[in-house]
């Protein structure tokens, strides 16, 4: 099979770091591997199609490119799926979902346009073999996909099947589980370099479900995040089984002891119960380390500083233990989570890093633009982020001994 035009859809704000990933997986580089808005156009084989569902944590899928036509109404779309040549990707046995998403069409209904491409690739197939292939919106063998702008349509096939995030190993989740391609996003932009033989120790205070830590655990066992998991192009035609486990021995072979450890902790003894199970089913037991315990009481787990990266709980109700004993946000009315004693739980976090924590780095992910100030601590890096819809950043605090800043009367957040 020739060079396919892929694109991998990602989160908004991780186009760049998701190129730096498919250059080091794929070796691609200059014109074969572009930044887009909203993820990264490569030309790959088909291997490396398959090698890039297997190892990249950042990308949502990987979609082969297959026609791209100016288009103004649900009649050239139709033209257009008439065109692309399906029997070369799928039979008449396989069933199949069209999914459309749109940027400014004109077009008034957006499922009507997808009926039609539909009904394109089932005639041409019944054109060219007498039989239609069925439509299954739920279980689809093969997921089908368009993308609308003013006047451009583009038409995918998935090689993916269900979005790379689902790594096959979280089946314990807490309330508000960061997604696993958000988790290896916020670790690629902190730098964590897992390579270097002078990694730094890695640890999330607030790791709840542990898919921080498990994702961390992973990069540094340089483990591909789907080697448990399934993926659409094993239905598709192009697919060789031979070639598939092949690349899934060499991706393990290529697993390694980590040159850092990796620690977790959360104060509710449940979430630590999740995370640990998770691990297990992760192949990463053996590697992290995951206790209970209260942010504001747990001392660093290592003599050697290192880097801590979470997502702390905001609006939402943090689980009573120890100092940490809270009221819920619904009791106090209050924006920022309470301690029992009456500080803001952030302050004393600040406090208590400070005092504690000093030569480390956090990393600390919310979608409160104003934390720094709250914590009276200057962040050193700012990353946009978004958690799903909600626009986020991911602070960088370098922590050194000492007071903490004043609190600033009315204090907005900083300029970059
Ligand atoms: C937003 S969740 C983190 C989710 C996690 N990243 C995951 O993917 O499952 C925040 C976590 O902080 C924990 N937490 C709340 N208060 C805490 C405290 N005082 N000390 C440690 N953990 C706390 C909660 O139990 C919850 O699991």
């Not at 998935?158 to 589980?177: M, Q």
């Not at 315990?293 to 990266?309: S, V, Y």
């Not at 809270?326 to 209050?334: C, I, M, N």
């Amino acid at each position: 099979m020739n060079q396919l035009p892929l694109f991998l859809p990602c989160a908004a704000g991780v186009e760049g770091f998701l190129a730096d990933e498919v250059h080091h997986i794929t070796g691609l580089v200059g014109h074969d591997l572009l930044v887009g808005r909203g993820g990264v156009m490569a030309m790959a084989s088909w291997r490396q199609a398959m090698e890039l569902n297997l190892r990249s944590r950042l990308a949502q899928r990987v979609l082969v490119q297959l026609s791209q036509t100016p288009y103004r109404n649900e009649r050239d779309l139709y033209e257009a799926a008439s065109a692309v040549a399906w029997e070369v990707w799928f039979t008449t046995k396989n069933t199949f979902k069209v999914d459309i998403t749109a940027q400014h069409s004109p077009l008034t209904s957006l499922n009507f346009a997808a009926l039609k491409v539909k009904d394109a690739v089932a005639d041409r197939f019944r054109q060219k073999t007498g039989v239609r292939p069925d439509v299954n919106t739920q279980w689809p063998d093969v997921r089908l996909y368009v993308h609308l702008t003013t006047d451009i349509a583009t038409l995918y096939i998935d090689t993916s099947g269900e979005p790379l995030f689902k790594r096959g190993w979280r089946t314990d989740k807490g309330d508000a589980p960061l997604k696993e391609t958000l988790a290896a996003a916020m670790i690629a932009a902190s730098g964590w370099n897992a390579d270097a033989a002078t990694a730094l120790p890695f640890y999330d205070p607030c790791c709840g479900s542990g898919t921080l830590v498990i994702e961390a655990a992973q990069i540094a066992c340089n483990m591909a995040a789907g080697s448990q998991r399934h993926f659409g192009f094993e239905k598709l035609l192009p697919y060789q089984a031979h070639v598939w486990q092949a690349l899934k021995a060499q991706a393990q072979a290529a697993e390694r002891v980590p040159n850092a450890p990796i620690f977790g902790s959360d104060v509710s003894h449940r979430m630590v119960d999740f995370a640990e199970r998770n691990a297990e089913r992760a192949g990463v037991a053996q590697v992290v380390q995951l206790r209970g315990g209260d942010a504001l009481q747990r001392m660093p787990p290592t003599a050697t500083p290192g880097m801590m990266l979470l997502n702390p709980p905001y609006g939402e109700r943090i689980e009573a233990a120890g100092v940490a004993g809270v009221q819920a946000l619904a009791q106090t009315g209050r924006e920022t989570p309470q301690t029992e004693d009456g500080g803001e739980f952030f302050l004393q976090l600040a406090s208590h890093w400070k005092k504690n924590f000093s030569g480390w780095q956090a990393w600390v992910l919310t979608p409160d633009l104003k934390l720094p100030g709250r914590m009276r601590l200057k962040e050193s890096r700012r990353v946009p982020m978004w958690n799903g819809p909600i626009e986020c950043r991911l602070f960088k605090f370098d922590l050194v001994a000492g007071r903490l800043k004043p609190r600033q009367p009315g204090a907005s957040e900083p300029s970059a």
